[in-house]
């Protein structure tokens, strides 16, 4: 299996700031990466696939970027509604495995 | 639209079984490979099974392999997921979730709670 790990755990923030969130893998995944946001008792939605591309619907604020095993989820300008825990996974081989979240939260 | 609607959660004794469903619309459910992902409480994302769009090819995480059972019946527009031989760590919210491709999952239900304890 393929392990995930992102980093932060949790993280504090302003409105308005900008925040990276870091997704590694153990071993190369090309950029079968996808990013998801989850907010409490509501299911996750997408937000980035295939490493970088936008998920349609979603704010240009977010970004993906990455290779290999290292990627991050940026997302410019944090809004009120981006408070949430965020999970990376990776689609390159069966099981598909998710990293552990980071949770955003308001400083 | 796009909507995926579970049901058949519940509260299940460790050793029992219990029956998910998920009922597809806004989409031609035949085309679309389907799977099942469950949290536990205050947990991460664990994925649990993939079914192809014609039922042919199935794969499971190790955790469940021998004891849960997906299928689905594309007339019926509809995903299952038995699952026997119940323990306390399969308590969880279950999703099930639609692949777009390539591993990723763009819609998912609104999550179904199993609880297993005595």
């Known amino acids: 299996d393929i392990q995930m790990t992102q980093s932060p755990s949790s993280l504090s923030a302003s409105i308005g700031d900008g925040i990276t969130i870091t997704c590694r893998a153990r071993?190369?995944?090309?950029?079968?990466l996808n990013w998801y946001q989850q907010k409490p008792g509501k299911a996750p939605k997408l937000l980035i696939y295939?490493?970088?591309s936008l998920q349609s619907g979603v704010p240009s604020r977010f970004s993906g970027s990455g290779s290999g095993t290292y990627f991050t989820l940026t997302i410019n300008s944090l809004q009120p509604e981006d408070f949430a825990t965020y999970y990376c996974?990776?689609?390159?081989?069966?099981?598909?495995?998710f990293g552990q979240g980071t949770k955003v939260e308001i400083e | 639209q796009v909507q995926l609607v579970e049901s058949g959660g519940g509260l299940v004794k460790p050793g029992g079984s219990l029956r998910l469903a998920c009922a597809a619309s806004?989409?031609?459910?035949?085309?679309?490979?389907m799977s099942w992902i469950r949290q536990a409480p205050g947990k991460g994302l664990d994925w649990v099974s993939y079914?192809?769009?014609?039922?042919?090819?199935?794969y499971y995480a190790d955790s469940v392999k021998g004891r849960f059972t997906i299928s689905r019946d594309n007339a019926k527009n509809s995903l299952y997921l038995q699952m026997n031989s119940l323990r306390a760590e399969d308590t969880a919210v279950y999703y099930c979730?639609?692949?777009?491709?390539?591993?990723?999952?763009?819609?998912w239900g609104q999550g179904t709670l199993v609880t297993v304890s005595s």
């Open positions: 806004g989409f031609t459910f035949s085309d679309y490979y």
């Open positions: 295939a490493a970088s």
């Open positions: 071993q190369s995944i090309i950029s079968y």
């Open positions: 996974q990776q689609s390159y081989s069966t099981p598909w495995t």
């Open positions: 979730a639609r692949e777009a491709g390539s591993g990723r999952f763009d819609y």
């Open positions: 079914i192809s769009s014609s039922g042919g090819t199935i």
